[in-house]
């Protein structure tokens, strides 16, 4: 199994910045296709966020955090990270970290959400 522990939100002001991460640990034999942030605000659908293809570094960002929100990972340590800058209240939402693996058809596994609070 592949548990995610996500860490850094909290509560800014409009225009903060703020940096999650999430720690992925697994066993050996799972290797690691995709990782990427996703969020959900009070009364909306989850919606991705970024997302970064592990083998090759290639990103993917929502319109809406283009130019604001920085994807990125560390390898080595199986760790993603997502630089939030320029924050808006709109993107006030509990942020999730997502895991697919290889031979996944889909983000197979999922952390327990970290919350990230803009004030206007």
């Known amino acids: 199994q592949v548990q995610l522990v996500e860490s850094g939100g909290g509560v800014v002001q409009a225009g903060d910045s703020l940096r999650l991460s999430c720690a992925a640990s697994k066993p050996t034999f799972i290797s690691t296709y995709a990782m990427g942030w996703f969020r959900q605000a009070p009364g909306k659908e989850r919606e991705i966020v970024a997302s970064?293809?592990?083998?090759?570094?290639?990103?993917y960002y929502a319109d809406s955090v283009k130019g604001r929100f920085t994807v990125s990972r560390e390898t080595t340590k199986n760790t993603l990270h997502l630089q939030m800058s320029s924050l808006e209240p709109d993107d006030t939402a509990v942020y999730y970290c997502?895991?697919?693996?290889?031979?996944?058809?889909?983000?197979?596994?999922w952390g327990q959400g970290t919350q990230v609070t803009v004030s206007s």
């Open positions: 970064i293809r592990w083998i090759n570094g290639d990103k």
């Open positions: 997502a895991f697919q693996r290889v031979g996944g058809q889909s983000y197979d596994y």
